[in-house]
């Protein structure tokens, strides 16, 4: 049975191989692009009933219009895109598959300005658009059944129940620590990689994207990055400085330059480092 599974795997990896655009890397998709869609607008709603919308008018017009310049330039998925603020002290913001897309006040003073809220705003929505949901939905699933098909071949074998739970136990620790934790790392890279070419050619300055980094770091939690779903704040600076000159040439060829666009009011500044 085990084979049998096995054969099952390999020949649904080569059926569900995609290619992010924009990277170029390779990727397992078994989910549809339908159906993250659908689920994504469902969890928006739901979010929506039970988050606060901002009734800052103005400041839900600005995340409004970085939002639409953003998604103007990154590749046309058909998404229906909503962008909303919502009042709270999260500092968080998250694009769901579709191109629903919430910002929490509370990250709006690490972001200072316009370009520092399309920095995130890119990073989220390069997540939906490089279609890491399905991705990490895929990755679950194969995981999941790499687990089942171990447990069968030890019953085969006739492992003792004791051994079998040690060695299940030790495969649940290496795919977290070995494959989920180091995949959603990576999906933070490439979000990060690709909302930099996003701010870019929408007209932002994409040296803004490593400083907000750098105010962001004043929040790092201390655990190990290996053991984090996120990279290292510091690193994701530098990564994004390395790109700094493809970056500044896009931005240079972009039909309107905003430079940092407004500045943020008091309130939305007061927890900058």
């Not at 990727?27 to 009734?55: D, H």
């Not at 990490?136 to 447990?151: F, K, N, Y």
């Not at 600076?237 to 407004?262: C, F, I, T, W």
Request: net charge negative; aromatic share 8%.
């Amino acid at each position: 049975m085990a084979r049998v599974f096995l054969t099952a795997v390999l020949a649904l990896l080569l059926a569900a191989c995609a290619t992010v655009e924009g990277t170029g890397r390779q990727q397992v998709i078994l989910t549809s692009a339908g159906m993250e869609n659908a689920q994504g607008a469902s969890a928006y709603r739901e979010v929506l009933s039970q988050e606060k919308p901002s009734n800052d008018a103005a400041m839900q017009a600005v995340v409004e219009r970085v939002g639409r310049r953003l998604a103007a330039v990154a590749p046309d998925r058909g998404f229906e895109w909503e962008f909303t603020l919502l009042e709270s002290d999260q500092v968080n913001a998250w694009c769901l598959p579709g191109g629903k897309v919430a910002i929490y006040t509370g990250i709006l003073p690490y972001c200072e300005n316009e370009a520092g809220l399309a920095a995130v705003m890119g990073h989220e929505i390069a997540h939906a658009i490089a279609r890491h949901g399905g991705e990490r939905m895929s990755q679950g699933i194969l995981v999941a059944g790499t687990g089942v098909a171990l447990d069968v071949y030890m019953r085969e074998r006739g492992v003792e129940p004791t051994d079998r739970a040690m060695w299940m136990g030790a495969f649940a620790l290496g795919s977290q620590v070995g494959v989920m934790l180091p995949f959603s790392r990576s999906h933070e890279l490439e979000a990060d990689y690709l909302g930099l070419v996003y701010m870019a050619k929408a007209g932002y300055d994409p040296a803004e994207a490593p400083r907000f980094w750098q105010r962001f770091a004043s929040l790092s939690s201390g655990t190990p990055e290996f053991l984090s779903t996120h990279p290292d704040s510091g690193r994701r600076s530098d990564a994004l400085s390395a790109e700094q000159d493809r970056a500044a040439a896009l931005y240079q060829q972009a039909p309107q330059q905003y430079g940092l666009g407004e500045t943020f009011p008091a309130r939305y500044r007061k927890a900058t480092p």
